[in-house]
């Protein structure tokens, strides 16, 4: 991934918690979600990216319990690695609602985070739709 220009996945693959993070991915965005993570009591969650190339393995090698899109860029991408097991697209999830992803995974669409760090508005509805994050994780 560094290779390709993109920032190394953050967090513990086998937690069962991964997040997917829509483009572009900066400092201040890593930083929020780090924060963010931290004050759900989520600090060792999986955090990769879209658009890498290489999610679908990702996925299929950590299996995860739950798995949350951040943004609607993270979304397509989850759909379009085609996981043999999905139940729903996450292109179709109402964003805050959690959903059969596959047997044994519950999806969870987010907004995304970029907006939420210069618009109040933007901020409250990321902060209220993550914090369903606390009590899904496993």
């Known amino acids: 991934m560094k290779k390709a220009g993109h920032p190394a996945p953050l967090g ?3 937690g069962g918690v991964v997040l997917v993070l829509e483009q572009p991915v900066g400092p201040r965005v890593l930083e929020a979600l780090a924060a963010s993570l931290t004050a759900v009591s989520l600090p ?3 955090v990769t990216y879209a ?7 990702e996925l299929l090698a ?7 899109a951040i943004g609607p860029g993270a ?3 989850i759909d379009d690695t085609d996981h043999p097991l999905a139940r729903n697209p996450f292109s179709e999830a109402e964003e805050g609602v959690p959903f059969a992803w596959t047997r044994g995974a519950t999806g969870l669409l987010l907004p995304p985070l970029t907006p939420a760090l ?8 990321f902060w209220r739709r993550f914090l369903a994050l ?5």
């Open 134 to 138: 606390k009590s899904l994780a496993p």
């Open 62 to 68: 950590a299996d995860p319990q739950l798995l949350a």
């Open 51 to 57: 658009s890498t190339g290489l999610l679908k393995e």
């Open 44 to 46: 060792d969650a999986y």
């Open 75 to 77: 979304a397509r991408d």
């Open 12 to 14: 513990d693959p086998t």
């Open 118 to 125: 210069d618009h109040d508005e933007s901020k409250r509805r």
